[in-house]
Every structure is written in structure tokens, then in C-alpha cells.
């Protein structure tokens, strides 16, 4: 079923390959809009920087996984206002990222 705690669970399996930490928790999406019962979503989101050499593989997973929930139409809204900064990270993101870098 298309709603948007189903899209965001969803959405927590599209990890940046370049961080290892799925797009949700990095504070990537910047919000969903569900048109005509759940056929088609906007994903509004951004990337970590302008020139992110995943942007096209992140596009691709976001749209699939979105599908997957049965939604037939969805266009990826990408958006660089506000810029990404590390503060729109999740907790759980900033401790794991302490971790790794």
C-alpha cells in the first residue's frame, strides 16, 4: 500500500554508496506528495552535494522502491534549497557516521 510511512520504511533500504547510510536517515528526502490514491508520487530530495556521482543510481533505487509499493508513476522533485548539511541527519546517521569517518 502506498502511504508515506510505507514510502519512508521503503526509502530506509537506498543507502549512499559513497556514506553507507540510507537516504532517510541522511535527511535526503525532503518530503512525499501521494496523488490519486497512491498512482503516482512526487519524491521530493536532495543529494549530499551538487555534483554527488550517484545521483543517477540514487534517482533509479528511489523510484523502484517506490514502485515496489505499487505506485505506478513517480518523479523524483530534486531540489538543492535548502542545501544538504550534516545537521538534517538523523541521530542514529551522526552517531554511525562519528563511527566511520
Same mark, same amino acid.
Given at each position: 500500500? /502506498?502511504?508515506? @510511512?510505507?514510502i519512508? @520504511?521503503?526509502?530506509k533500504?537506498? #543507502?549512499?554508496?559513497?556514506i553507507? =547510510?540510507?537516504?532517510?536517515n +541522511?535527511g535526503? =528526502?525532503y518530503g %512525499?506528495? =501521494?496523488e490519486?490514491g497512491?498512482?503516482?508520487v512526487? #519524491?521530493?530530495m536532495t +543529494?549530499t552535494?551538487?555534483?554527488c556521482p550517484?545521483?543517477?543510481?540514487l534517482q533509479?533505487?528511489? #523510484?523502484?522502491? /517506490?514502485?515496489?509499493?505499487?505506485?505506478k508513476?513517480?518523479? =523524483?522533485d530534486?531540489t538543492?534549497?535548502?542545501p544538504?548539511?550534516?545537521?538534517?541527519?538523523? @541521530?542514529?546517521?551522526?552517531?554511525? %557516521?562519528?563511527? %566511520?569517518f
Amino acid at each position: 500500500m /502506498v502511504t508515506e @510511512e510505507a514510502i519512508y @520504511e521503503e526509502l530506509k533500504e537506498v #543507502v549512499d554508496p559513497e556514506i553507507q =547510510i540510507d537516504v532517510v536517515n +541522511l535527511g535526503m =528526502i525532503y518530503g %512525499l506528495t =501521494i496523488e490519486n490514491g497512491g498512482e503516482r508520487v512526487v #519524491v521530493r530530495m536532495t +543529494l549530499t552535494t551538487m555534483g554527488c556521482p550517484a545521483m543517477e543510481q540514487l534517482q533509479e533505487e528511489v #523510484v523502484a522502491r /517506490v514502485k515496489r509499493l505499487g505506485a505506478k508513476d513517480v518523479v =523524483i522533485d530534486l531540489t538543492f534549497d535548502p542545501p544538504w548539511t550534516k545537521e538534517m541527519m538523523s @541521530e542514529e546517521a551522526k552517531t554511525v %557516521l562519528r563511527y %566511520l569517518f
